[in-house]
Nanobody, 113 residues
Framework: QVQLVESGGGLVQAGGSLRLSCAAS????????MNWFRQAPGKEREFVAG????????YYADFIKGRFTISRDNAKNTVYLQMNSLKPEDTAVYYC??????WGQGTQVTVSS
């Protein structure tokens, strides 16, 4: 089992920045990839970014367009999502996942115009 806890969400004005964190615990040795997803009200959950737990490969959704950066600190078992140039349409609950099997509870990001 892997437990995931997100933090760092909040209210920010358009153009601002936030850094989300996802702390993993439990069987972290079983993790291959960590992802960030988001779900806006009335919309389906969508992929935002992913990163290999070992190695340097990172993946982004097209709509990110260089605004977000995913990173990890294996010593802390933590994955980060640095979000810059935030837009109102980035408002959503952001979830991290370890592969497709484990999910955090989500953290709310609200971007005001």
């Amino acid at each position: 089992q892997v437990q995931l806890v997100e933090s760092g969400g909040g209210l920010v004005q358009a153009g601002g920045s936030l850094r989300l964190s996802c702390a993993a615990s439990g069987r972290t040795s079983s993790i291959n990839v960590m992802n960030w997803f988001r779900q806006a009200p009335g919309k389906e959950r969508e992929f935002v970014a992913g990163i290999r737990w070992r190695g340097d490969s990172a993946y982004y959704a097209d709509f990110i367009k260089g605004r977000f950066t995913i990173s990890r600190d294996n010593a802390k078992n933590t994955v980060y999502l640095q979000m810059n140039s935030l837009k109102p349409e980035d408002t959503a609950v952001y979830y991290c996942s370890a592969g497709a099997d484990y999910w955090g509870q989500g953290t709310q990001v609200t971007v005001s115009s």
